[in-house]
């Protein structure tokens, strides 16, 4: 038995979903309010457990930081078995490296895993964990989701061949890059069905979108989400930021300030987290490029959504960051009444603004940087340039916010800056390439990509098509349809 008896219990960002569990709350995703869920409290870990991480190996580590969030439920032999499996088919045996790049600047590397980007770090988890409840409890599920990149890989990787899951991803139809688009229909797998969309990716949200609001529909088939609205996705995240704080903020706990590439929020909310849980995390950058929603309200206190441009950081391109709604929950002091007034308000007229004192206390915690395309370019022809290292387009909006903020008067004193490398250079050889006259090449396990055969299925855009689809092929159904 570990030292977390009482279970962490889940609540509704809108406040009108029944609290859950780690489990429901795993399997649920969105809560049927239509808010996120968040721990009822953010658990503290004791000094003694933040002590003994410096010893631990990832995954050890990853189990040990996720037993109060999903320990007295699992039982923290189980989260240790999961949390072994979801890491060691990872392609460095320190699964989540640091780096040094500058004086006070570190590297973060979060793409060993199998889709090569961060993504994999949390999925990879989820996977294992959906697997092990779901038949503990003789369910399935049948997970549907839009990507314009790397999500869709990430969560394929993740389920393929699980025995209790189907996934369907829709992608828009030659609007995904060749990689993207490869690590997807390359998987061979019974369970796997990618539905190639005739339209943008606004179009396959929106059939997704549709898909949830069918609660016929979405409670036939046991439908469910692995967009980074999940919780169990910010928690498998809370791990490298544990790891990364431990490591370099040493002994006396110095805290160590992060630099994060942002588009949906879930990334640097799961920074946030791990401050709340005691770890010693400092300030924390959101790097945004042209598309700089979030860079304009921490300057501004106002949320003001602008049509999205594209840009060589394509897994940024959002106008709505759906995990802010976790930040604002706690500006707005967790009044679930007040933060649905706000997001009626934002989807009726694409704006909010929070107090000056709500917006003191988020900038007290968050710092942000915008960079454009030409600056990416620059960043990434810099670090090869000093280092020999090559660096993805995400990971360059990062170097440059956490270099332009890290020590700046409005960021920390000193300590440790990290910038988090969320892909590999591989993954968008263009703009590396363009920005240095190198070819990035693919790690060796995935060079003959390229060559290997696709399966995906065309569809019109059109939400009656993708439902029969998923009726006809998901194991739920499919016998019956
Ligand atoms: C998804 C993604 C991001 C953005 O992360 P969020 O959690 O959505 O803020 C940044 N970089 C890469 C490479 C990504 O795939």
Redesign the pocket.
């Known amino acids: 038995m570990g030292i977390w008896s009482a279970p962490v219990s889940y609540i509704s960002t809108r406040g009108a979903a029944p609290r859950l569990g780690f489990e429901d709350v795993l399997l649920a995703g969105l809560a049927r309010d239509g808010g996120l869920y968040v721990a009822e409290a953010w658990p503290v870990l004791p000094g003694d457990v933040k002590a003994g991480l410096a010893g631990l190996g990832y995954a050890d580590l990853t189990a040990r930081v996720l037993e109060p969030f999903a320990g007295p439920t699992l039982g923290p032999a189980v989260l240790g078995d999961l949390t072994r499996a979801a890491y060691a088919p990872f392609h460095h045996a320190a699964v989540a490296p640091l780096g040094q790049i500058d004086r006070n600047l570190w590297l973060l590397e979060l793409f060993h895993g199998p889709t090569l980007?961060?993504?994999d770090y949390a999925l990879q988890l989820l996977g294992g964990l959906f697997d092990h409840v779901l038949a503990k409890r003789g369910e399935r599920l049948t997970i549907v989701g839009a990507t314009s990149?790397?999500?869709g890989s990430a969560a394929i990787e993740a389920v393929r061949g699980r025995d209790n899951i189907d996934i369907f991803m829709l992608h828009p139809h030659g609007r995904v890059s060749d990689v993207q688009r490869r690590q997807m229909t390359t998987v061979d797998a019974a369970n796997v069905f990618n539905i190639a969309i005739d339209g943008t990716f606004d179009d396959c949200q929106d059939i997704v979108k549709a898909l949830f609001g069918d609660l016929a529909f979405r409670d036939r088939v046991h439908l469910s989400a692995v967009n980074?609205i999940n919780f169990a996705r910010i928690a498998g995240q809370i791990a490298y930021y544990a790891a990364a704080a431990t490591a370099l903020g040493g002994s006396d706990g110095r805290p160590v300030t992060f630099a994060?590439?942002?588009?949906?929020?879930?990334?640097?909310?799961a920074a946030y987290v791990a401050r709340a849980m005691g770890l010693p995390v400092g300030r924390l950058i959101v790097g945004s490029n042209a598309n700089d929603i979030l860079d304009r309200f921490f300057k501004s206190g106002a949320m003001e959504t602008r049509a999205v441009v594209p840009t060589l950081?394509p897994?940024?391109d959002?106008q709505i960051?759906s995990?802010f709604e976790r930040l604002l929950f706690d500006l707005l002091g967790r009044d679930g009444q007040a933060l649905t007034r706000v997001m009626a308000d934002f989807r009726a007229t694409g704006a909010f603004a929070v107090t000056a004192d709500q917006h003191d206390r988020a900038t007290a915690l968050f710092a942000s940087h915008r960079l454009d395309d030409a600056g990416t370019l620059a960043e990434i022809a810099r670090v090869h340039a000093e280092t020999g290292r090559l660096i993805?387009p995400?990971?360059a909006v990062a170097v440059a916010a956490g270099r332009a903020l890290g020590n700046s008067a409005d960021g920390p004193a000193d300590g440790p800056v990290v910038a988090l490398a969320?892909?590999h250079p591989a993954?968008f050889p263009d703009a590396v390439a363009k920005a240095t006259g190198v070819h990035p090449k693919l790690p060796p396990w995935l060079a003959d990509l390229h060559e290997r055969p696709e399966r995906a299925t065309p569809l019109p855009g059109d939400v009656a098509a993708v439902r029969s689809f998923i009726l006809a092929h998901a194991a739920l159904t499919r016998s019956v349809a």
């Open positions: 980007a961060f993504k990149g790397d999500t980074s994060v590439p942002t588009g949906n929020f879930g990334n640097v909310f950081s897994s940024m959002i960051s995990n993805d995400h990971t969320t892909a993954k």
